[in-house]
């Protein structure tokens, strides 16, 4: 198989379904950002005036906020520094100046990390990956701990400390490719994940482009969950999207 362009990095999965703002000068630069970050599995939520971040912030509830206001406007740090009156989750900056005083102000209002202007998306993800790991890894009631028990849908039921999955009391043998793809679905049930941020999770991102692995692997699952395969009811395809997994009664009528 032929990996396709991404970065894959041991120890930084993709953090599908966080929830991060985009604060820019211009709805237009915010949403480029955001389609950015939701091809690696975010959601994202796009500000198109700084003077309106604090409002955004609560109105949105991020697990992260990202500042990218544009070098005609400046001042990222000011930003930062009304931001961190309402939230304490991380914000990492996409400078305006780039110098080394810009960075230091933007530290000093409260910013978790600076990216040099004109900086990808992509560094914005793995930047977000590396806070998110020491944030795991700093405490046992983050966010990502608390996602590691059992959870439970329709009549599924994935165990993520034992790596065991039942359906009706009776367990489902799973292979460990097979567990990871299932197990990534039911972190967010009832939300579309993207199948590239889907790919990265399991296979990593250097696989973005190897879709046929993930509807392999998709209808293996359905083999062993699904009452009828052929008309899945958990695992639902959104077409062009990506998958869910989904509880029947809601799922009945529209899987694919």
């Not at 120890?11 to 091809?39: F, K, N």
């Not at 009549?155 to 292979?175: C, F, H, M, W, Y």
């Not at 049930?189 to 199948?195: A, F, T």
């Not at 941020?197 to 482009?209: F, P, S």
């Amino acid at each position: 198989m032929q990996a396709a362009s991404g970065v894959n990095v041991p120890g930084l999965p993709p953090l599908v379904g966080t929830q991060v703002a985009i604060v820019s000068q211009g709805l237009e630069r915010a949403h480029d950002r955001a389609r950015g970050l939701e091809e690696s599995g975010y959601r994202a939520a796009a500000c198109g005036d700084p003077a309106m971040a604090t409002e955004c912030a609560e109105e949105s509830g991020p697990d992260a906020i990202v500042v990218d206001i544009g070098r005609e406007l400046g001042f990222p740090g000011d930003v930062v520094a009304r931001l961190r009156q309402v939230t304490a989750v991380p914000i990492v900056v996409v400078g305006c100046a780039g110098t080394s005083a810009e960075m230091l102000r933007c530290f000093e209002a409260g910013a978790d990390d600076y990216c040099r202007p004109r900086c990808t998306t992509e560094e914005i993800d793995l930047r977000l990956r590396a806070i998110f790991r020491r944030m795991e890894m700093d405490s046992p009631m983050s966010k990502v701990n608390n996602e590691r028990g059992c959870i439970r849908v329709g009549d599924i039921e994935v165990d993520v400390a034992s790596q065991t999955v039942r359906k009706r009391g009776n367990e489902v043998p799973l292979s460990p490719t097979e567990f990871r793809l299932l197990a990534t679905l039911a972190e967010h049930p009832g939300e579309v994940i993207p199948s590239r941020a889907l790919i990265a999770r399991v296979w990593g991102n250097q696989y973005a482009g190897e879709t046929h692995y993930l509807r392999l692997y998709v209808r293996y699952l359905r083999q062993k969950l699904e009452d009828e395969p052929s008309n899945p009811r958990y695992i639902v395809n959104r077409w062009g999207s990506g998958y869910s997994l989904e509880e029947p009664k809601r799922s009945a009528a529209r899987a694919g």
